[in-house]
């Protein structure tokens, strides 16, 4: 249920990246102010968490997971009926709350859920509704929309929200918070800890520059290589078994060189995003871009899971709002200025705005993680088996 529940949020956060063209078009807005749509989502998902967190550190992670995914179902439903876009991202933005605080708790759920030397297994497993929501859930939306309309696909996914929060309700047994995490705990433990100083500082660089290519990548293709709304969605289908093939390949190369491994990754993300820039114009160019999109982008945020935790094992649910707080600030600060970049100059300046990001944050590895650890920890979250 945990990992149905990701797959939930992940499609919900993400889902906009498939529809910018139709939701811009039917609310009268452009490209770039439709990717707001992203922006507001992450903005909320990553201040808001360590606040979050901390006020509901007492509350039954049960009973906080069901009232997440509630507001996941109304958030969904609002942005389908809205009759403007304001209301659409006033939506989002709340929905985005819950997004953060269910990335703080989720992994830490699953966890509990099984005996503790299964941990790590479990872990894996519920991130693997990432690679889910990517394979399936958005393209699958994307589809949707061109057999019906952007609203539709978005009531969907509402009724969807609906059987996960039921099902976590009957089978996810009572979990009393373990760990209470003051708010102060969460932004001082970067500033004395300067493993994971670095470690967020690298990631996020390659999730600014992913975002700000990504959540673009349909207007790129429509002007670029005259896609239709169903090679789109072909396109992140393959982008989408891409990352699952890729946090497979790292699940075991992280245990054997855990920087080694975010380097070929970071590096991977650099030559994905100016292959589709210089051959992305074709359909067999696009389709090797977006292959090798998805399995360097699936490979690293398996790494720089096991990197966040490997620098601060002492202190789970700090480390992980911290990744919280910088991850989803990146994705939405990474639409931002891809949406600045798309609308001045041009949705090709998105990309190469991605291309500069990616390419900083593989340099910043390079040059600061010759004193890290070069293999995850015996009990890493996120390495599968």
């Given at each position: 249920?945990?990992?149905?529940?990701?797959?939930?949020?992940?499609?919900?956060?993400?889902?906009?990246?498939?529809?910018?063209?139709?939701?811009?078009?039917?609310?009268?807005?452009?490209?770039?102010v439709a990717g707001l749509m992203?922006?507001?989502?992450?903005?909320?998902?990553?201040l808001g968490v360590p606040f979050?967190?901390?006020?509901?550190?007492?509350?039954?992670?049960?009973?906080?997971?069901?009232?997440?995914?509630?507001?996941?179902?109304?958030?969904?439903?609002?942005?389908?009926?809205?009759?403007?876009?304001?209301?659409?991202?006033?939506?989002?933005?709340?929905?985005?709350?819950?997004?953060?605080?269910?990335?703080?708790?989720?992994?830490?759920?699953?966890?509990?859920?099984?005996?503790?030397?299964?941990?790590?297994?479990?872990?894996?497993?519920?991130?693997?509704?990432?690679?889910?929501?990517?394979?399936?859930?958005?393209?699958?939306?994307?589809?949707?929309?061109?057999?019906?309309?952007?609203?539709?696909?978005?009531?969907?996914?509402?009724?969807?929200?609906?059987?996960?929060?039921?099902?976590?309700?009957?089978?996810?047994?009572?979990?009393?918070?373990?760990?209470?995490?003051?708010?102060?705990?969460?932004?001082?433990?970067?500033?004395?800890?300067?493993?994971?100083?670095?470690?967020?500082?690298?990631?996020?660089?390659?999730?600014?520059?992913?975002?700000?290519?990504?959540?673009?990548?349909?207007?790129?293709?429509?002007?670029?290589?005259?896609?239709?709304?169903?090679?789109?969605?072909?396109?992140?289908?393959?982008?989408?078994?891409?990352?699952?093939?890729?946090?497979?390949?790292?699940?075991?190369?992280?245990?054997?060189?855990?920087?080694?491994?975010?380097?070929?990754?970071?590096?991977?993300?650099?030559?994905?995003?100016?292959?589709?820039?210089?051959?992305?114009?074709?359909?067999?160019?696009?389709?090797?871009?977006?292959?090798?999109?998805?399995?360097?982008?699936?490979?690293?945020?398996?790494?720089?899971?096991n990197m966040t935790l490997a620098?601060?094992?002492?202190?789970?649910?700090?480390?992980?709002?911290?990744?919280?707080?910088?991850?989803?600030?990146?994705?939405?600060?990474?639409?931002?200025?891809?949406?600045?970049?798309?609308?001045?100059?041009?949705?090709?300046?998105?990309?190469?705005?991605?291309?500069?990001?990616?390419?900083?944050?593989?340099?910043?590895?390079?040059?600061?993680?010759?004193?890290?650890?070069?293999?995850?920890?015996?009990?890493?979250?996120?390495?599968?088996?």
């Amino acid at each position: 249920m945990i990992t149905a529940s990701l797959f939930i949020f992940v499609t919900t956060e993400l889902m906009p990246v498939g529809l910018l063209t139709p939701v811009g078009a039917s609310l009268q807005v452009s490209v770039g102010v439709a990717g707001l749509m992203v922006t507001l989502y992450g903005v909320s998902a990553g201040l808001g968490v360590p606040f979050i967190v901390a006020w509901t550190r007492r509350v039954n992670r049960r009973v906080l997971l069901s009232a997440l995914l509630a507001v996941l179902v109304l958030g969904n439903l609002v942005t389908a009926v809205s009759p403007n876009y304001p209301l659409v991202l006033a939506a989002r933005l709340i929905m985005g709350f819950a997004n953060g605080v269910f990335w703080a708790i989720g992994v830490g759920m699953a966890m509990r859920l099984v005996p503790r030397r299964h941990a790590s297994r479990a872990a894996a497993v519920a991130l693997s509704g990432i690679s889910i929501a990517t394979v399936v859930g958005i393209p699958l939306g994307t589809f949707l929309e061109s057999l019906t309309d952007w609203r539709t696909t978005f009531l969907i996914w509402s009724g969807l929200g609906v059987l996960v929060l039921l099902a976590v309700a009957a089978v996810i047994p009572s979990l009393p918070s373990e760990n209470a995490v003051p708010v102060r705990e969460v932004f001082g433990l970067p500033i004395r800890n300067v493993r994971l100083r670095s470690v967020m500082f690298a990631v996020i660089l390659y999730v600014l520059g992913h975002f700000g290519a990504y959540t673009f990548v349909r207007p790129f293709m429509e002007d670029t290589a005259s896609a239709t709304p169903a090679f789109v969605a072909a396109l992140l289908i393959i982008y989408g078994v891409g990352g699952a093939a890729g946090n497979f390949i790292a699940g075991y190369t992280v245990n054997k060189s855990l920087r080694g491994s975010f380097v070929v990754a970071c590096a991977g993300l650099v030559v994905s995003l100016v292959l589709l820039l210089t051959i992305g114009h074709s359909q067999a160019g696009s389709i090797v871009s977006l292959a090798l999109w998805g399995v360097s982008f699936g490979a690293a945020n398996l790494c720089q899971i096991n990197m966040t935790l490997a620098a601060a094992p002492d202190t789970f649910e700090a480390a992980m709002s911290i990744n919280t707080l910088g991850y989803n600030t990146s994705i939405a600060l990474g639409a931002l200025f891809g949406g600045l970049f798309a609308d001045h100059l041009g949705v090709t300046s998105a990309v190469w705005f991605g291309v500069a990001l990616t390419a900083a944050s593989l340099l910043l590895t390079l040059a600061t993680g010759r004193k890290a650890p070069d293999a995850a920890p015996d009990a890493e979250l996120a390495g599968s088996r």
